[in-house]
């Protein structure tokens, strides 16, 4: 099938990638000139484990291409994909679907023949109703069928995630539609992954439902975290023990510093503003947004409680800044709020991550940025892990030791025990335990 993919960030280049290794001709499309020179000379603008491999081969295969010329890449295509981003709204934390109505438009004005367009950026109940009206009134001598397709991919691990997915869900009651949609995922669908259709309203909603669910199971545990350390019980025990329940679930029950990224955060309050506009409060995730929030405050004062009665003047190694490991992403990373508390208290801050330097420095300019953990270290009167990336899970106790000048560990993740980390000579502080 020849598919063409509006987008060529996160979501529209994992999923191009991923559609055209299954055989599938895709034209990635960007508004971006730079990125789109930068993904024809196989740089690729965001950091995902084996993504240059996977682009690199498609695009030697005469599967995978990129342009900026939208008209061009749409005509013919069997099925038209909307990744855009929506971000959200600055000042009322709605979801800006400006990228998404001026793709639909420019599409209107270049499809040639029947299609199918496909909303996989995340997008609020109602937004397909109003897609659809757009190519009504613009291109009703056209038969183009709009479907929705959330997708479900994890930073760090998104290309697992597209090719063996829990479920593929698509929202469409046209049967034309639902037959592309089965071809192109014919792939997965005879590897047995479940195909959910739905109505598209309840496509997109499922989408929020889904994220909305993980950020309360994350800021759950994290509540009785804070417990845990008033009662003298190990949260780590409790995660186990209550997700050995299969109605639980283990996944999302590791306690730490919050959550953030580039789903969470903007879904949670969009699905909140949804709720507002049809008078039907989610109060349970109104109390999400706030507790996560706090949350990533209290772990600054957390970390000032570590430093003793004094930290002005002190030093701290932060050791990840990325929202979580095996990505560069920055968006609302418990970092950011860290890093503020400790500079407004007086605390030099050195710092270091595996991939999200650059984007930290455009954000966090002041801090000091470091080669690796050890450099990072030098000097400190204090090591603070506040992402669990692999670097940091084996690290040297007895030479950090030696490189800082007081010897003591926060570790916001949990990676350490505390025997180990209390008999090389450290004041450990953990979460929850």
């Not at 789109?36 to 950091?47: E, H, K, N, V």
């Not at 005469?62 to 008209?71: D, I, Q």
């Not at 061009?72 to 600055?90: C, E, H, L, Q, Y």
């Not at 995660?239 to 029950?253: C, V, Y």
């Amino acid at each position: 099938m020849r598919i063409t993919m509006i987008g060529s960030g996160y979501v529209g280049l994992v999923s191009g990638a991923c559609f055209s290794d299954f055989g599938h001709d895709v034209i990635c499309v960007d508004k971006d000139q730079s990125k789109i020179d930068a993904l024809l000379s196989g740089r690729m603008p965001i950091f995902e484990p084996g993504l240059d491999q996977l682009v690199a081969s498609n695009v030697a295969a005469g599967r995978l291409t990129f342009t900026t010329n939208l008209a061009s890449a749409v005509a013919g295509a069997d099925a038209i994909f909307i990744a855009v981003g929506t971000p959200s709204r600055r000042g009322d934390g709605h979801a800006d679907l400006s990228y998404v109505f001026a793709a639909t438009e420019e599409i209107a004005a270049a499809v040639t023949g029947p299609t199918v367009v496909v909303t996989k950026s995340t997008v609020p109940v109602g937004t397909g109703d109003r897609v659809e009206a757009i190519f009504r009134e613009k291109r009703a001598d056209v038969d183009v069928a709009v479907v929705s397709n959330p997708e479900f991919l994890r930073e760090g691990a998104a290309i697992g995630d597209f090719k063996r997915p829990d479920r593929i869900v698509i929202g469409t009651e046209d049967e034309r539609a639902k037959q592309v949609m089965r071809d192109v995922y014919r792939p997965l669908y005879l590897n047995e992954s479940p195909i959910l259709f739905t109505s598209r309203r309840t496509s997109e909603l499922i989408k929020y439902a889904a994220n909305a669910f993980l950020a309360t199971k994350i800021t759950f545990i994290n509540e009785i975290a804070d417990l845990c350390e008033a009662v003298g019980a190990d949260v780590q025990d409790v995660s186990r023990g209550i997700g050995l329940d299969n109605r639980i679930g283990k996944k999302f029950l590791h306690a730490g510093p919050g959550y953030g990224g580039s789903c969470f955060p903007k879904d949670t309050l969009a699905l909140l503003k949804t709720a507002e506009d049809y008078d039907t409060p989610v109060h349970i995730v109104e109390a999400v947004v706030k507790v996560n929030d706090s949350r990533k405050r209290a772990m600054g004062r957390k970390v000032l409680h570590a430093l003793g009665d004094t930290p002005r003047g002190k030093t701290v190694a932060l050791l990840g800044l990325t929202f979580k490991p095996n990505t560069d992403d920055m968006r609302d990373a418990p970092s950011l709020a860290i890093a503020t508390a400790l500079a407004d208290a007086g605390v030099t801050v050195r710092a270091h991550d595996p991939e999200g330097m650059a984007p930290a420095k455009a954000m966090m300019p002041d801090l000091v940025y470091c080669t690796d953990a050890y450099d990072a270290a030098e000097g400190a009167d204090a090591v603070v892990i506040v992402t669990e990336w692999d670097a940091y899970r084996a690290l040297d106790l007895a030479r950090l030791k030696r490189v800082m000048t007081g010897p003591v560990m926060v570790d916001l993740r949990n990676v350490y025990q505390r025997a180990d980390v209390e008999q090389a000579g450290f004041a450990y502080t953990a979460v929850g335990r």
